[in-house]
């Protein structure tokens, strides 16, 4: 009878074990495929610090085409086409700025958007009642 009862609980262990390893390959195959394929944040922070750089030493062309190059990445992200109406209006070529902050404001319509918008339509608007006045 003794010898019964070890058998039962030995199996038993067996299958426990059995069981507890099966649990921890799968805990591991889990992780390793949330590391490989989740978006890290400093590989995002690290796309758009290049083009704060350029902005920065007011090397617009070249912060013109990092940022293009961001957004042939990401067409569906309005935080690029943000960044180039912003890039755009600093160079003074407003029709190109209101065509990216329109983009973005399609994108993801926020107030922010709707009011770089607002500001540069209204710019323009300014310069054009300028131009008439200055002939």
């Known amino acids: 009878m003794s010898e019964d009862i070890n058998n039962e609980i030995l199996k038993e262990l067996r299958r426990s074990r059995r069981f507890n390893q099966t649990v921890w390959i799968v805990i591991a195959v889990v992780f390793l495929l949330t590391s490989i394929f ?3 944040p400093t590989e995002s922070a690290h796309t758009w610090s290049a083009p704060q750089r350029a902005i920065g030493q007011l090397d617009y062309e070249r912060a013109l085409s990092l940022v293009k190059a961001n957004v042939a990445i990401q067409p569906n992200d309005y935080y690029g086409y943000q960044y180039l109406g912003i890039i755009y209006l600093a160079m003074g070529d407003l029709t190109n700025s209101e ?3 329109s983009r973005a404001y399609q994108l993801y319509p926020s107030e922010e958007n709707e009011k770089y918008l607002a500001a540069v339509r209204k710019r323009m608007a300014s310069e054009v009642g300028f131009r008439m006045l200055s002939k």
């Open 99 to 101: 065509a990216e902050f």
């Open 38 to 40: 989740r978006t890290r």
